[in-house]
Nanobody, 119 residues
Framework: QVQLVESGGGLVQAGGSLRLSCAAS????????MGWSRQAPGKQRELVAE???????NYADSVKGRFTISRDNAKNTVYLQMSSLKPEDTAVYYC?????????????WGQGTKVTVSV
């Protein structure tokens, strides 16, 4: 199992930046992949970015070139650096860890951190 705690959300003006952090309760070195998803009011949760244990990254088209995901294995933490923020980036951002437990792939989620981008 792994517990995830997000931080770094808040209110920012359009064009600004924020960095989200996701601290894991155990080593992330062997976690298959970690990522960030977001859910805006009235919308489905969508993947924003993910990073594998080999540090391969994947981004939603809507954030490519603006967001950067990274991981610090020594700190058991994953980051999402968000720049050039837009009002449409407003959402609750959730951290996710995907790990293989035996033969079963399991997903763990944090409780989310709210990001609000004002015009």
């Amino acid at each position: 199992q792994v517990q995830l705690v997000e931080s770094g959300g808040g209110l920012v003006q359009a064009g600004g930046s924020l960095r989200l952090s996701c601290a894991a309760s155990r080593s992330i070195f062997t976690i298959n992949a970690m990522g960030w998803s977001r859910q805006a009011p009235g919308k489905q949760r969508e993947l924003v970015a993910e990073i594998t244990s080999g540090s391969r990254t994947n981004y939603a088209d809507s954030v490519k070139g603006r967001f950067t995901i990274s991981r610090d294995n020594a700190k058991n933490t994953v980051y999402l650096q968000m720049s050039s923020l837009k009002p449409e980036d407003t959402a609750v951002y959730y951290c996710k860890a995907r790990t293989m437990e035996g033969l079963v792939l399991k997903d763990y989620w944090g409780q989310g951190t709210k990001v609000t981008v004002s015009v």
